[in-house]
Every structure is written in C-alpha cells, then in structure tokens.
C-alpha cells in the first residue's frame, strides 16, 4: 500500500546549517573590512563592498575582531531564525490524498505475497494468491494464513474457494461439509494422492469413523475444558445470563464421573455411555439425607483408598447440595447427556479411529460431515474440534521448532453451525507459528456476532490478516467491507446556473471525500466479481477463481462422474492395502525359512489380529494353507 507521509524536515534542516555556516563566514570576513575602514557608515559599507574580492587572497582567515564577530552571530542567527519561522508555520499539504488514499490494487502490488511455485500458494481470486510460507524472504510481505470468507447463499463459497484450496493438496485438511457433497466429490482425488482420509460423520453417523472424546483427556484441564464445551453448546440460545448455580453444579458433578472413569478406569470404560451409567446409579431421597446411593458408596470407596483423589473432591462439592438441589442437578445433568442415549451416538462415539494426533506428521483429510438443516448434534462437532486444536498444538510444542511436519488448514465452512468453541479467540491468534491456519467462511457478519459475543468475534477477525468477500446484502456486512475498503480522495464541481432577470453563472471546484466502494455499490459488484483485503494493502475487485482452469479439476465428480467416491470405496482400499500387508508379511516369512527347514503352522500363531475396517467387520487372519494355495 502506498502510504501516506508527512515530509520529512531533515534534508532541510542539513540545508540550512550550511547555508547558515556560509553566511557567517562571509559576514565575518565583511565585519572585518568594516571595521578598520575609515569614514561615515555609508562610505565603510562602500568601500567594504569594493574590496570584497580581496577574501579570494586568504579564504581559510576568521577574523575575532568585535565587529566581526557581532556580523558572524546576526548573520547566523536570521538564518536560524528564518528557518524556525517557516518550519513551525509552514502549511502541511496533502495534495490529492487530503480526505484518503485508498485505491484499487494491482497485479504489481500482489507480487510480493506469491510463491513462485503455485502449488504453494493459497488461492484467493484468479489474479491473487498468498504463499503459504510464514516466513518470506521479504518480511514485508509475512501474513497469517487465517482467511475471512463472507458470502451470502449462492455466491459460491464452495465452489470459488474450499474446492480450489483443495486442490491445492499442499497440506493436511480439516474442512467442514455442511451437505456431505465435499467427500463425494473430491475424495477421489485425495485417495489418488496417497492422503489418509478420514470421516466424521454427523449426518449418517453408520458412514462416519468413531470418535471417543476420552481417548484425547489427559489431564484435569482436558476435562474442564470438555464439560465446559459441553455444557455451553447445549445450553439454550438465549442473549441474557442465567443463574450460573446450575451450570456449576453440573460441572463438579461431570468433573467427578469424568475423572473416575479417566484415572480410576481401564479404557474400554471409558465412554459417554459409561458415564450415564453412572449418572443412573446416582439417586436423592429428599427426606432421608443419609441415604447413600450406589454412586455415593462408589465415591465412598474411592475415598478410603485415594482421600485426595482429583475425582473424590470434585464429588463432594456436588454433594454439599441439599436434597432437593442436588435431585435439580441430577436431571438437568441427564437431560444434558440425552443425546448420548441415542444408540447410533453411543455407537460412533464408543471407540477411536479418527487418529487425530497424527493429522500434522502425515498428509491426511477429515471430512466433517454436518447436517445443514438440524443443529441437533453439532455441539459434538464442537468438542472435536476443541480437542484437535488442542491435540495439534501440543504434538507441535514437543516438534523441533515447536512447528508440526505437515501444514494443517481448517476450512470451516458454514463456521456458524459448527456450535462455540471456547477460547477460540485465543486460539486463532496462536496457533500460526504452529503450521496451522483456518479459512472461517460465513453467510454474514453477524453471524460471527451472535456467536461469539462480547467483542471476542472482533478479535477472531482481527486475527485474520485476509478477507474475502464473495457477494450479499446483509447490511452490516455491507457497511463493514465498505469501510475496510477505506476512504478515496476525489475532486468535486459544482455549478450554480440562474436564469432570472439577471442571469449568471458559476463554477467551483473542491476537493472531498468518499468511500472507494459505497455499501449500495459493495452490494452491487458482479456476480463473477468478489472484494479481497489483505492487512496493511489497498483492497483488490478482482474475477472469482475459475476452478476449471486448474490442473486438478479432471479428478473432481465435477468434471467425470467416475469420481464418485464414498466411504464404501475407502474401506475398500484399506482392506486390499492390509491383505497386500499381510501377504508381504507371509511371504518374507516363507522366504527365510524355505531352505532346510519344515513349515509348521504353528510357527504363525504369533502374528497379530489385522482388524479390516472400523465399521464392525470381523477381523481376520491370513492362514499358512491359504497362503500356499
């Protein structure tokens, strides 16, 4: 951006105290011919003129003669005088920038932000593009890979940005796919590039990997911050501040089940069907207070033989509540953990494949499958991905550099329905230096509002160093992308024509200011156009990428229909890629012992289980006599 500058007083100032040294010299050199001159003034100064050119005879003398010396300090003086004068009453003129700067940006000042290998790049519209590299050659140039995406329905969020990006393939990905198209359509292409590809599936939850939050606890703060994101994406929607009471309660009494079964437990314990199991064996008398239930001599237990245990504190502090609250407590808490009552929740989060550890060290997409007409389960989407920011962040600190091997990019598409996650305002500022970024992509602005109140939505836009609007006619959308887009200096005419008796006429011209895109004009750009702000750069009207021109868009569903992919074609590939394995497996074994040495099926009981797919297919084992038919 071509920023504006006040001048600079400097190089004048250098200016002035030679100027100033030259006529001190010369009134110095002057003061001393006047003073042993003879005469009245006039005739002195005359003849001090006159003799002038004698300085040429011995141009190094200075004179300390009195006059001389009083010539040498005024002569210097007005100088200095003259130049404080102007400087302190000088006008500061801005000529063609009075009222703003902003304008359209160019091919040229994009440049700098490119990586030479369009692979490597983030792709924005079809002229502009931002490396992914943190740390440019150029520092100038470093911004957060954090990417602002705003754009009503139809403007082609998908379709100009998350399918581009996609196919970039220059990193793992954890993108959102509010319809399921996502997966059908582009999984091809990821199989095809060797990508480990994983679903979570909300939508048809039989089609989805498993998810166990338990399997990602590994203290009391992964616990804390589990029930917290728990409780406040199932809490109804509402703006004003309820009693907290409840709200607590309920969190010392999940904090003391969760850590039960986390610390006290083995793993295969370790589910939310558990944890209403638990929360069945809980039971308040109101009128007999020393009725202890099977959950109270559970705890009990627990207490003899750890006193200070994490799980036995946080239960007492549920049970300091009289009988009546406690029973309160006791069904908000079940109404809470309902939905874990469904048999295909309990089922998809009963064990772990998702392997969300090892999403930075090898190349792997998680699609996130949302339903995009009921909110119903999207608060599990919400735990998952508070446990994977957090997950990632702590594989990167233990990497060299505290940096993960492989660039992880959320593409969070329809952002609004994915539910809170807390401390997302902080983790949006943090996790760049950690090779992770995230595209938010929304309808409108308000929604990032209502969602994250109390000025923490200006915080997650204020992390991120991109905006990209696609189009819409939400009006606070419209009004904030005008005013990013900054004020432009223009010249005004004004003509005054008058056609009375005395006829006359006038011409003024002014100089005013406006907006670079009025609201009504953002809502009006083309269809094929969109509006791009990077941080700290004039803004770009640029063309909406064309995602036919890129060399991965023959291995879209959108270009053949024999890419179809689906979750059946996945497990398809890992159960011949895991009998590949076990046939390798049999073969070295054979070849060592083939010489000499009698084969006895015996030798393979040692081999482990090879599980096929983690949708309820049996295991198998490859025996000794399959192998040699």
Sequence with gaps: MKTVRAKSTKPKFIVTAIFS???????????????YSYGDILYRIEASIGVFHTITDNPLHISFHETALIVTAIGFSVVWLGFISLTFSAKKYMRGVEHGSSEWGTSHSIKGFVDTKPTNNLILTSTESLSLSGRMKNPTYNRNKNVLIVGGSGTGKTRFYVKPNLMQM???YVVTDPKGSLFHETGKMFAD???????????????????????????????LKLINN?????????????????????????MAIFSYLVFECPPSDRTFSEVL???????????DDTFQSPLDLLFEELKQEKPHCFAVKEYQLFKQAAGKTAKGILISVGVRLAPFDIERVGKLLSKDTLELYSLGDERTILYIILPDTDKTFNFIAAMMYQQLFDILVRVADKQKGARLKHHVRFILDEFSNIGQIPGFEILVSTIRSREMSVSIILQTISQLKSLYRDDKWETIAGNCDTWLFLGGSEQS?????????GKTTIDHRNINESHGQTRSYSKNYQVLGRELLLPDEVARIERTECILLISGCNPWLSQKYDIELHPNYRRLLDYNDDNWYDISLRDAERHQKKEEQTILF???????????????????????????APDGVPPTTRTYEQQTI
């Design 170 to 172: 220059h990193s793992s």
């Design 586 to 612: 049999f073969d070295n074994v054979i070849e060592r012992r083939r010489l000499d040495e009698i084969l006895d099926p015996r030798d393979f009981d040692d081999i482990p289980t090879i599980e096929l």
């Design 21 to 35: 040294l030259i006529v001190a010299y010369f009134g110095n050199r002057l003061g001393e011919i006047f003073a």
């Design 277 to 287: 199991n638990l929360i069945r064996m809980a039971e308040v008398r109101e009128d």
């Design 230 to 254: 728990l409780i406040a994406n199932t809490n109804p929607d509402k703006k004003g501040g309820g009693d907290p009471f409840w709200e607590k309660s309920e969190t010392a009494l999940l």
């Design 193 to 223: 590039a060797d990508y480990k590809i994983k679903v979570f599936n909300l939508k048809d939850m039989d089609a989805s990997d498993f998810y166990n939050p338990f399997e990602y606890i590994e203290t009391e703060d992964d616990i």
């Design 477 to 485: 959308t419209l009004e904030l992308i005008s005013k990013k887009c």
